[in-house]
């Protein structure tokens, strides 16, 4: 147990848990489809994941170009939710291999929008990859070509993932369970 900002946090996933998983990951990735391979990252809450992970495809003898999307959940509570682009790729995606990249896939609204829109622009493959696959929690057909861990339905922090832009310097996956 961990005590940060006055709040504990539980470790879900520890740093040698990702670490592990990361290698992983990247050979399943070599072995699908990688053609002038863009590496999209979904911001914000992928800044870490994809910055191991494709420190983890180079390992594997991948050489991608990397970008990033910022895009944006909006509607609440039972109003059905839109994603919207805060900003956007500057990058080509016509006939290239793409592998897009989020920390968690929850509903699957956001890659589901994603990947819609880089296949509207004519990319020849669109892979998705995961840090965290919260399964319960979906409500689209949306499924990630690569999880690196089932989660179970706790909101989670670290590791690049926030609650109010805290604790993403985590090198953890952790919930936080209440004040210290
Ligand atoms: P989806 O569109 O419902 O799949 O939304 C997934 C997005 O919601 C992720 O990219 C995260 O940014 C955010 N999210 C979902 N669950 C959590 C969580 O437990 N902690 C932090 N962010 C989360
Ligand atoms: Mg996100």
Redesign the pocket.
Known sequence: MHVIRGKKIEQLFTAEMIARRMDELAGEIAAGPTKDLLVIA?LK??FIFAADLIRSLHHVGLAPEVEFITLS?YGTGTVSKG?RIVKDIDSDVKDRDVLLI??????????SFARDLLLERGARHVSIAVLLD?HD?R?TS?EADHVGFRCPD????GYG???AYAFRELPFVGVVTGDA
Do not use: N, Y
């Open positions: 979904v809450g992928s959940s994603v989020d920390d968690i896939l929850e509903s699957g609204r956001t890659l919260k929690k409500q949306m706790h909101f989670v922090v993932m926030d609650v």
